[in-house]
């Protein structure tokens, strides 16, 4: 897989995941479990490439401070519900 394939699977994952907060209605500093996210991934990506890029995509939005690690899954931050409201990209 070249670079840019791979920006664009990380991309168009972590777009996913600000999806899934936006259908799960996640609220700010909320957690959205992997037992939401994963089934939500597997049925919205294509070939479920995500599993290739999540670790990657998870990053991508801690360092757009979208979206922070929890055990249980992913923290949706006040900057991410913004972004939501604001229908900006990830």
Known sequence: MD???????VQ??????????RHFNTPANEVLSYDQL???L??????QHYKDAL???EYHL???AYAT??????RLTE???KALQEGKEA
Do not use: C, W
Not at 3 to 9: A, G, R, Y
Not at 16 to 21: K, P, Q, V, Y
Not at 42 to 47: A, C, I, L, Q, V
């Open 69 to 74: 690690p929890d055990p249980s899954g992913l």
């Open 62 to 64: 801690s360092k757009e």
């Open 12 to 21: 168009s994952t972590a777009q996913l995941i600000m999806e899934a907060f």
């Open 3 to 9: 670079l840019s394939s791979t920006t664009n699977l």
């Open 38 to 40: 994963l089934p939500f």
């Open 55 to 57: 670790v990657e995509a």
């Open 42 to 47: 597997d049925e919205r990506s294509e070939h």
């Open 79 to 81: 900057v991410g519900y």
